[in-house]
């Protein structure tokens, strides 16, 4: 005598594209026609190349992914989460109908930054301000006055103290022996650990004495890892014997530097890092690389972006930024010269 239960209908088979659910109005559709897509997949197109196994992954999803996570200042997780619940991104990356599943692996992101290169980002960047071209953004005389500032780009990396990188190098030597079946005499797998945290515990208490006789306990530990790793460098496989010469290389800096030494090594994976200077009250120094910034005067669009590793002088980068932005200056001016060319025509 109850109420029947009610089979749910479904119209699997009339499923709505994206543009028919959305605002078209919305500021990523709207700056999703603006961007040359065409000119992106052509420079991308020798690094998607797949002549093998899986096909490779569309140079638009990738360019569009890498666009939102810089405008959002989100992580890799982030921006692949986001991308699932989100139709307005689904959209500015090429997709025709709602996905519900995730398009890429978040660590597949840091491998595609690193395989597209200077070029790469080069191009997202022409291709920003040919949108903005488009828009209406930028004039051709707005590139002929910019602003150039200078500034640290601090990198992800833990507060570089001795016993951490120090253990971190142990770490890594000891897992590159294990996956090519290198027997190690002493790992310290047991003991290295207890003797990093325990330098912790010297220096929250000020027992300065027993910490440093505990961080050359373990520079003598890690010492004689590196040394036995090197000793078995030759009878590695030819193409792994550059990538774990680096890795010594980067340990014996380690091992070698000391607490006022120059030129120190802050992060095992990032060579690249320094200890810059700011002056503020809050964070007196961050670690990471210098970088110029150009932007125009009056829209604020930035038309030069470079790092600058080795912490120059401020002064010294300003002739390397302007002559980046000569490049997006011609372009600019000869975009809108031809379309005026066409509009006459």
């Known amino acids: 005598m109850g109420p029947k239960p009610v089979t749910p209908e479904t119209d699997e088979l009339f499923v709505s594209r994206l543009d028919e659910l959305i605002n078209m109005r919305h500021a990523l559709v709207r700056l999703a026609v603006l961007i040359d897509w065409s000119e992106i997949e052509r420079t ?7 002549g093998r196994g899986r096909p490779a992954l569309p ?7 890498l666009y939102l996570q810089h405008t959002f200042d989100a992580s890799d997780e982030g921006v692949v989460n ?7 991104w689904q959209y500015f990356c090429g997709e025709v109908y709602l996905q519900t599943e ?18 790469g980002v080069e191009t997202l960047l022409m291709a920003t301000i040919d949108a903005a071209r488009r828009g209406g953004v930028v004039k051709a005389s707005s590139v002929q006055r910019v602003i150039v500032d200078t500034t640290v780009m601090p990198k992800a990396i833990a507060h570089p103290t001795d016993s951490r990188l120090l253990e971190k190098s142990r770490q890594h030597l000891v897992k590159v022996a ?4 290198r027997p190690l005499r ?21 027992q300065f004495k027993r910490m440093r006789r505990a961080v050359r306990t373990l520079r003598t530990r890690v010492g004689r890892v590196q040394r036995e790793v090197t000793r078995q460098l030759g009878t590695l496989p030819e193409p792994t014997q550059a990538k774990v010469g680096d890795l010594l290389a980067r340990t014996g800096r380690i ?28 964070t007196p120094y961050e670690f990471g690389v210098k970088v110029s910034i150009a932007t125009t005067f009056k829209e604020g669009l930035v038309v030069g972006m470079r790092s600058m590793p080795g912490n120059p002088y401020d002064g010294h980068t300003l002739a390397e930024t302007l002559e980046q932005v000569v490049g997006p200056a011609k372009f600019i001016s000869l975009s809108q010269r031809t379309a005026r060319r066409r509009v006459m025509a």
């Open 44 to 50: 991308f197109g020798a690094h998607f190349n797949s």
């Open 59 to 65: 140079p638009r999803l990738v360019a569009g992914l």
């Open 82 to 88: 986001t991308w699932i619940e989100n139709p307005y």
């Open 102 to 119: 995730a398009p890429i692996d978040p660590s597949s992101l840091t491998r595609w930054r690193k395989r597209i290169g200077e070029e």
């Open 178 to 181: 294990e996956e090519h079946g």
């Open 186 to 206: 002493q790992n310290y797998n047991r003991t290295a650990p207890r003797l990093a945290a325990q330098i912790g515990r010297y220096a929250h208490a000020k």
């Open 255 to 282: 091992l070698a530097q000391r607490t006022k030494d120059k030129s120190k090594l802050y992060a095992l994976h990032a060579p690249e890092v320094e200890c810059i200077s700011k002056g503020k009250a809050r």
